[in-house]
T-cell receptor, first 113, second 111 residues
Framework: DTAVSQTPKYLVTQMGNDKSIKCEQN?????MYWYKQDSKKFLKIMFS???????INETVPNRFSPKSPDKAHLNLHINSLELGDSAVYFC????????????FGEGSRLTVL | GQQLNQSPQSMFIQEGEDVSMNCTSS?????WLWYKQDPGEGPVLLIA?????ELTSNGRLTAQFGITRKDSFLNISASIPSDVGIYFC???????????FGQGTRLTINP
């Protein structure tokens, strides 16, 4: 059973399009995250939700909008995609927010042409 | 903002060699963690450290939480081919909800 699953794994799209990435965790964790990994493999947090409430909102363009319908799901919608949005987006979850012990999904590789 | 400096950025070693990498921060951290990322996968937690001076092992891996709380190191003994990947340090300040990652150390092993 996959603990943190995200779909799609690969996404190729044109500039200006809108796309969504979905994430689900079956670990019973209260906190979920979206991280962006760029071509140099640098991991940067974008958003975090604790029990459906937004608790971390980094300096991210407002074209990116997270949504957490329940504590097991965290989706990421991106409007008006730009070339610089190309990256691997990782969903993660944790039982507690202060331990740093994250469980990551396999990633969604977004390529914007 | 917080920054973590991880070194080296890459390592090329022979199978069987020991490996050492470290991470330093500009601020005091309450938690240090080490993750490993295999190609096409998400990072996986290897070791978590919660106390200054703490030395923790996980099989052939050993990590330490620096006394100053501004650094940590990870050692891998007797490397094997499956150790190949990118190793990330990560840290969290007391009370902070955000985990900060280092730039990663890419480990390549020649058989």
């Amino acid at each position: 059973d996959t603990a943190v699953s995200q779909t799609p794994k690969y996404l190729v799209t044109q500039m200006g399009n809108d796309k969504s990435i979905k994430c689900e965790q079956n670990l019973g964790h209260d906190t979920m995250y979206w991280y962006k990994q760029d071509s140099k493999k640098f991991l940067k947090i974008m958003f975090s939700y604790n029990n459906k409430e937004l608790i971390i909102n980094e300096t991210v363009p407002n074209r990116f909008s997270p949504k957490s319908p329940d504590k097991a799901h965290l989706n990421l919608h991106i409007n008006s995609l730009e070339l610089g949005d190309s990256a691997v987006y990782f969903c993660a979850s944790s039982l507690l927010t202060h331990t740093g012990e994250l469980f990551f999904g396999e990633g969604s590789r977004l390529t914007v042409l | 903002g917080q920054q973590l400096n991880q070194s080296p950025q890459s390592m090329f070693i022979q199978e069987g060699e020991d490996v050492s990498m470290n991470c330093t921060s500009s601020s005091i951290f309450n938690t240090w963690l080490w993750y490993k990322q295999d190609p096409g996968e998400g990072p996986v937690l290897l070791i978590a450290l919660y106390k200054a001076g703490e030395l923790t092992s996980n099989g052939r891996l050993t990590a330490q939480f620096g006394i100053t709380r501004k650094d940590s190191f990870l050692n891998i003994s007797a490397s094997i081919p499956s150790d190949v990947g990118i190793y990330f340090c990560a840290g969290q300040e007391q009370g902070a909800q955000k985990l900060v990652f280092g730039q990663g150390t890419r480990l390549t092993i020649n058989p």
